[in-house]
C-alpha cells in the first residue's frame, strides 16, 4: 500500500476528566461533573444495552438516595423504589423482625442496579449531551504520576488508537479494569481478606415470600432472600468455595432454599424460573490509598466488599460523590482551584471502607458461624442473636452500621 494510503491516526483529543467505567461511580462522577462545566469523556468497554440489563446489587441507603436527589440524579428511583424498613433472621425455628425503622426513622430503598445505571446514563448521554464512548477496547492509562496524564483506547468503529490528554483520571472500571492493576502492579498495596465460604447466587422469576429481607441462620448453610421487584427476587445459599453452579439443578436449590428458610407460621416460598446461577467466593480487597498522583479509584477498583452486607453499590456512591465533588472544586474557577478535597479523598472514602468491611466480617459471623460444625462458634452465634432482639444498645449499634447512617460523607 502506498504510505500516503495509510489510515491516519486522530489527532489526540484534551479534556479535564477521562472517566475509566460506566457503573454507578463513574456515572455518578459524570454527572456531577457535567453540570458544573467541567469537561469529561466516559469510556467503557461494554455496551450501553448490556450495562443496563446486567443484574447487580440492588439495596441503596437512605443517605446515598438523598445525595443523589440533591443532585437532581433521584427522581426515577424516589418514584418507583421499595422503602423497606425491617429485616427478618430466622433461627431457632422462629421469625425474628427487626424493624429498624422504626428504631431509627430511616429505611433502605430497593432498586436493582441496572436500573440506576439507566437512569445515570440517560441523564449524562441524553439530558446533559456527556460523551461516553461504549465498546472501547485495549484501554491504557499513562503518565498518571505526572501533570499531563492520559488515556488511549482502540476505538470499536475504525479499529484506531485514540489518545485523550486530561488533567485527571477516574478509575471507576471494577474489580477486573485497568486502572486497579495500573496502580497495585508495583505501587499500591492490597488489602485481602478470604472467608473460605462460597455463596451460590440466584435471580428467580418468583415474587417475594415477604416484605422484606430474610437470613436464614441455619447449620447446613446461610440461606438469603432479598426481594428486588414484585416478580423477581435475589436469593443466596452458602455452598463450598469454587462450588459448580450445575451441580444446583431446579429442584435441588428450591427444596434447599425452602428447608433453610423454613420456620413456624412463615408462608412458603414461591417457586419459580431460575434466569441467573453464579457462584462467588466470598472475599475483601482494599486498595490503600486509593489514589496515585492524576490517578484516583472509585467502587469496586477501589475496594472490593463480598455481598455479605449488601454495602458495595453504597461504598461505589460514597466514593463518587466524593470524588465529584472535589474534582469540581479543583477544576473550576469559581472554586479557585481548591485542592483540599482531592488531597483528603482517599482518606475519607477509606474510613466508610474500612468501618462496612468491619460490618461485613461481623455479619458473616452470624450468618455462617452455625454451619461451622463447631459447637461453641455455633453457640455464640446464637448469642450475638438473641442480643440483637433483648438489648436496646445492641439494636441501635446493628441499625446504625446496617443502615449506613454512622457517618456523612
Not at 421469625?95 to 441496572?114: A, D, M, V
Request: net charge negative; hydrophobic share 40%.
Amino acid at each position: 500500500m502506498n504510505p500516503l494510503q495509510l489510515p491516519k491516526t486522530p489527532a489526540p483529543q484534551r479534556v479535564s476528566v477521562v472517566v475509566v467505567g460506566a457503573g454507578p461511580a463513574g456515572l455518578t462522577v459524570a454527572n456531577i461533573l457535567r453540570p458544573a462545566g467541567v469537561d469529561c469523556v466516559v469510556l467503557e468497554t461494554e455496551t450501553r444495552e448490556f450495562i443496563e440489563q446486567r443484574p447487580r446489587a440492588g439495596v441503596v441507603e437512605e443517605w446515598a438516595v438523598r445525595a443523589l436527589e440533591e443532585r437532581g440524579l433521584a427522581e426515577n428511583l424516589l418514584r418507583t423504589a421499595q422503602r423497606h424498613t425491617a429485616c427478618e433472621f430466622r433461627f431457632d425455628g422462629r421469625r425474628h423482625r427487626f424493624s429498624y425503622g422504626e428504631l431509627t426513622g430511616k429505611n433502605h430503598y430497593i432498586y436493582p442496579q441496572p436500573m440506576l445505571v439507566t437512569d445515570l446514563v440517560r441523564e449524562y448521554a441524553d439530558v446533559r449531551d456527556g460523551d461516553i464512548r461504549f465498546g472501547v477496547r485495549d484501554v491504557q492509562v499513562h503518565d498518571v504520576d505526572t501533570d499531563q496524564p492520559s488515556v488511549s483506547y482502540t476505538c470499536p468503529r475504525s479499529g484506531q488508537r485514540q489518545v485523550i490528554h486530561c488533567d485527571f483520571v477516574a478509575g471507576c472500571d471494577g474489580a477486573r479494569g485497568v486502572t486497579r492493576r495500573a496502580l497495585t502492579a508495583d505501587r499500591l498495596p492490597v488489602a485481602r481478606h478470604d472467608y473460605g465460604i462460597g455463596w451460590l447466587s440466584l435471580l428467580a422469576e418468583a415474587p417475594p415470600s415477604s416484605d422484606c429481607v430474610l437470613f436464614g441462620i441455619h447449620q447446613d448453610g446461610f440461606a438469603g432472600q432479598m426481594p428486588r421487584s414484585p416478580e423477581v427476587t435475589r436469593y443466596y445459599l452458602q455452598c463450598p468455595p469454587g462450588d459448580d453452579p450445575e451441580k444446583w439443578p431446579h429442584e435441588r436449590v428450591w427444596a434447599e432454599l425452602r428447608r433453610r428458610l423454613a420456620v413456624e407460621g412463615a408462608p412458603e416460598l414461591v417457586e419459580g424460573r431460575l434466569i441467573e446461577k453464579r457462584m462467588l467466593d466470598m472475599h475483601d480487597y482494599v486498595v490503600e490509598p486509593m489514589a496515585s498522583g492524576r490517578l484516583f479509584l472509585a467502587g469496586d477498583a477501589a475496594h472490593l466488599v463480598a455481598p455479605i452486607a449488601a454495602k458495595g453499590m453504597n461504598l461505589a456512591l460514597h466514593d463518587a460523590l466524593l470524588l465529584g465533588d472535589a474534582l469540581v472544586a479543583r477544576l473550576t474557577q469559581e472554586a479557585d482551584g481548591n485542592s483540599s478535597g482531592l488531597d483528603s479523598y482517599s482518606e475519607a472514602c477509606l474510613r466508610r471502607v474500612w468501618d462496612y468491611q468491619e460490618f461485613s466480617q461481623w455479619l458473616s459471623d452470624v450468618y455462617h458461624g452455625s454451619a461451622a460444625g463447631e459447637p461453641f462458634r455455633r453457640g455464640t452465634t446464637l448469642a450475638r442473636l438473641r442480643r440483637l432482639f433483648t438489648s436496646p444498645v445492641a439494636a441501635a449499634a446493628f441499625a446504625e452500621q446496617y443502615l449506613g447512617t454512622a457517618e456523612r460523607y
